[in-house]
């Protein structure tokens, strides 16, 4: 069975620095997707960046960016110059055929 | 944003009563999810539907009901409700064609009593 893992319950950054949320997930597929979706107090989901399995070159997506090693199943965000914006739960999620599954969730407190 | 919409948006029952939570789609699109979100699970399938009447389980099944009679309407149901289904219900939607991008609806927060 697939699963996702984000070993770090809560994690806090100074505002304008950076840091890094893992994810790791178990699958013997080769054809996936990946994802990192933010949720703040509002209760919304929503979606940071995607990255497709197959292609090896790291999605970026403004001040976001993940470094994906496929080999190692490891999925990890970074967020570079950290805003208040950004304090949220931040939920790694693979995809494959029809199901998603999700990782328990990175509480993220940014700092003033 | 999507067009999702999910009805109600907060609800306390008891338990043993049937309750049917609405899950609409303005996207026209093939795939209908609910999850369920507990502190510390994250966010875990129930059921899902790839299609007019056609739905398959998830991961935590046990307790709910799914039906879609047509394209833009998801609903689930508790046939009776306990303590345990307390939770925050998500519907989201994607189309398997495309981004393959899940998009979520704004949650059902449920209280069984």
């Known amino acids: 069975a697939q699963t996702v893992t984000q070993s770090q319950p809560e994690m806090s950054v100074q505002e304008a620095e950076t840091v890094t949320l893992s994810c790791t997930y178990d699958t013997s597929e080769s054809d996936y997707y990946l994802f990192w979706y933010k949720q703040p107090p509002s209760r919304q989901m929503i979606l940071v960046i995607r990255?497709?399995?197959?292609?090896?070159q790291n999605a970026t997506e403004n001040r976001f960016s993940v470094n994906f090693q496929k080999a190692a199943k490891s999925f990890s965000l970074k967020i570079s110059d950290s805003q208040l914006g950004d304090a949220a739960m931040y939920f790694c999620a693979y995809r494959s055929a029809n199901k998603f599954y999700f990782g328990s969730g990175t509480k993220l407190n940014v700092k003033p | 944003d999507a067009g999702i919409t999910q009805s109600p948006r907060h609800k306390v029952t008891e338990t043993g009563t049937p309750v049917t939570l609405r899950c609409h789609q303005t996207?026209?699109?093939?795939?209908m999810y609910w999850y369920r979100q507990d502190p510390g699970h994250g966010l875990r399938l129930i059921h899902y539907s790839y299609g007019v009447k056609d739905t398959d389980k998830g991961e935590v099944s046990d307790g709910y009901s799914v039906s879609r009679s047509k394209t833009e309407d998801f609903l689930l149901t508790l046939e009776s409700a306990t303590s345990s289904q307390t939770s925050v219900y998500f519907c989201?939607?994607?189309?398997?064609?495309?981004?393959?991008?899940?998009?979520f609806g704004p949650g059902t927060r449920l209280t069984v009593l």
């Open positions: 996207e026209n699109h093939r795939y």
């Open positions: 990255q497709e399995a197959y292609k090896q």
């Open positions: 989201a939607i994607s189309e398997r064609r495309g981004t393959d991008t899940q998009y």
